[in-house]
């Protein structure tokens, strides 16, 4: 059940990007700061069947992508439940990586951008009183939370 | 408070004291190696150091002595010695120096032990697997950076003018050798600023998001020493006793941070060290009371705990509790201001003549890609950085 959660939670977490890339100035440089075709491989446990998913950022959008190794970036949490309290909001990233809780395979100066947009897509899936537990600070959001709910599930994606 | 979970290793073996350098052999020996590489730097070569520990060497005839490594290590250099190593069929290595030579040997055993030829392919955070192992002794002459006692290696990637970040337990030498004669040609400014380095790690390291009662312990003993031997340890060079506390002290707090991170005094000073090519240690003393004035609403009670250990107890117990957390900003501001007058270590970023006004920006935007920023126990934007720069420039 917490990887099937998690699974989703990832895919919610590589749509959310891409909508603040063109809709949250923040994430939009942030994305611009990395290197076209710039990969992210995000897994949640160290089992081969364990959930995960890969992106590729071109063109200022985040796109899905099938990655099985070779990503610019790698983050894998040490298992899934660690995995799980990220994704629902129970723990933050800091928190995670202050527990030891992941890897990360590259770059770890531009693995910073990564780990902010991921911090904004937090700030806009969870409630207030979650985003507030989980991270150091709240920022204003700049389009409604809904709104990228609902752009993230019915807007064109693009394939690659 | 006890975190709701932590890991903390420290496999290295310390050998501290009177004729450590002479149980090198042992060490080689127990670890079933003879032919070690000796890395150093020429200034060290030049003033005896490496002819000093060579000669406590007994029976050891290294495979290849090299004393070429810059003040800031690159990959260039390390793959350059990997090179040596092969060409010499050396089997271990000593590594005689600061921050930038330990580092150096740690990236040369990486890059042998994982066969890379590419390291940036392999930069990343407790990623590496582990190889086979090269017997590694440290021999520290600053007080210092405590990279004998981590499992982190700061090389700079000279293309991108960045410095690349590697974590990884495996990186943690066998052996750390505490000795006076290693240490004592350490000049009044760089035992000051190698000094306010180890301060800073054991403050980071207490305070820090990633802190545990374990790093905890190493930190505040380390605070205790720096307290009683660092002005000692400046004032006379020669007191054998202060020299030997401050590298125990800069091995507590390396082991300290190695466990529990440090955050945006070194996530803002890496920068200013990739950018303006900044002493670490100089900016670890100018940043460290600016950094803790803006974390102070977060860490107030935290500080007001270590006042206990850098300034005693009579101190401690005369301060208010409210009160003691900005004490311990002022007291580092003090002892700053100590080292100023003394061996004329810069309190602010334009009295260094390395850094530009016109450059904070850069350094700013730098600072908050640097890892140590996730562990900061207060968010820090570039807004927040470009503040605290501009507070620390000081002109």
């Known amino acids: 059940m917490k990887g099937r959660i998690c699974q989703i939670v990832l895919w919610f977490l590589c749509r959310g990007m891409d909508v603040l890339a063109q809709g949250d100035d923040r994430v939009r440089d942030e994305i611009h700061r990395l290197p076209e075709g710039y990969t992210i491989r995000l897994k949640a446990g160290m089992g081969k069947k364990d959930p995960q998913i890969g992106m590729i950022l071109m063109d200022g959008r985040v796109q899905q992508v099938n990655l099985d190794d070779g990503a610019d970036l790698t983050i894998v949490f040490k298992n899934v439940h660690i995995a799980f309290k990220v994704f629902t909001g129970q723990i933050g990233i800091s928190e995670a990586y202050a527990r030891r809780g992941f890897y990360m395979k590259g770059n770890i100066n531009k693995a910073m951008g990564v780990v902010r947009c991921m911090e904004y897509v937090e700030l806009y899936l969870f409630p207030k009183f979650m985003s507030g537990r989980i991270l150091k600070r709240v920022e204003k959001k700049q389009m409604p939370a809904l709104m990228v709910y609902k752009k993230a599930v019915f807007d064109r994606r693009v394939e690659v | 408070m006890i975190p709701a979970y932590y890991?903390?290793?420290?496999?290295?073996?310390?050998?501290?004291?009177?004729?450590?350098?002479?149980?090198?052999?042992?060490?080689?020996?127990?670890?079933?190696?003879?032919?070690?590489?000796?890395?150093s730097d020429s200034v060290l070569e030049e003033i005896g150091t490496v002819k000093t520990v060579l000669q406590a060497m007994k029976e050891i005839e290294p495979g290849c002595v090299f004393c070429d490594i810059p003040s800031d290590s690159s990959f260039k250099v390390v793959m350059k010695i990997k090179a040596l190593y092969m060409q010499y069929h050396c089997d271990s290595i000593v590594a005689i120096g600061g921050g930038s030579v330990i580092d150096t040997a740690k990236g040369v055993c990486?890059?042998?032990?994982?066969?890379?030829?590419d390291l940036p392919a392999i930069m990343g955070a407790d990623c590496l697997k582990e190889w086979k192992r090269i017997p590694y002794i440290a021999v520290p002459t600053t007080s210092g950076t405590g990279s004998e006692a981590t499992a982190v290696a700061v090389?700079?990637?000279?293309?991108?003018?960045?410095?690349?970040?590697?974590?990884?337990?495996?990186?943690?030498?066998?052996?750390?050798?505490?000795?006076?004669?290693?240490?004592?040609?350490?000049?009044?400014?760089?035992?000051?600023?190698?000094?306010?380095?180890?301060l800073c790690h054991a403050i980071e390291a207490y305070t820090c998001l990633q802190k545990n009662p374990m790093s905890d312990a190493y930190a505040v003993s380390a605070i205790k020493l720096i307290g009683n031997y660092l002005k000692r340890a400046v004032k006379d060079g020669n007191n054998q006793e202060a020299r030997l506390a401050m590298a125990n002290a800069s091995l507590m707090a390396g082991t300290a941070f190695s466990n529990s991170m440090v955050g945006g005094v070194h996530a803002i000073g890496h920068a200013l060290g990739g950018i303006c090519h900044l002493a670490h240690g100089d900016a670890m003393n100018i940043l460290l009371p600016y950094v803790m004035a803006y974390n102070l609403d977060v860490c107030e009670e935290t500080y007001g705990e270590l006042l206990l250990y850098l300034r005693g107890a009579?101190?401690?117990a005369s301060i208010p509790k409210k009160e003691r957390g900005k004490e311990l900003i002022r007291s580092v501001r003090s002892m700053s201001a100590w080292l100023n007058k003394i061996s004329h270590l810069p309190m602010t970023l334009a009295e260094t003549g390395k850094v530009e006004r016109e450059q904070l920006q850069a350094v700013a935007e730098a600072a908050v890609n640097d890892g140590a920023i996730i562990v900061n126990p207060k968010a820090m934007s570039v807004e927040d950085v470009r503040h605290i720069l501009e507070r620390a420039y000081g002109a």
């Open chain 2, 155 to 198: 090389i700079s990637d000279t293309d991108h003018n960045v410095k690349a970040e590697f974590i990884s337990r495996h990186l943690l030498p066998d052996v750390a050798m505490l000795d006076v004669r290693a240490l004592q040609s350490m000049p009044m400014r760089i035992t000051a600023s190698t000094g306010m380095d180890a």
């Open chain 2, 314 to 316: 009579d101190i401690y």
């Open chain 2, 110 to 117: 990486m890059a042998i032990g994982t066969d890379a030829e």
């Open chain 2, 7 to 39: 890991e903390f290793q420290n496999t290295v073996k310390i050998c501290s004291g009177e004729r450590a350098l002479e149980n090198i052999t042992y060490e080689l020996r127990e670890r079933n190696v003879s032919r070690p590489m000796v890395l």
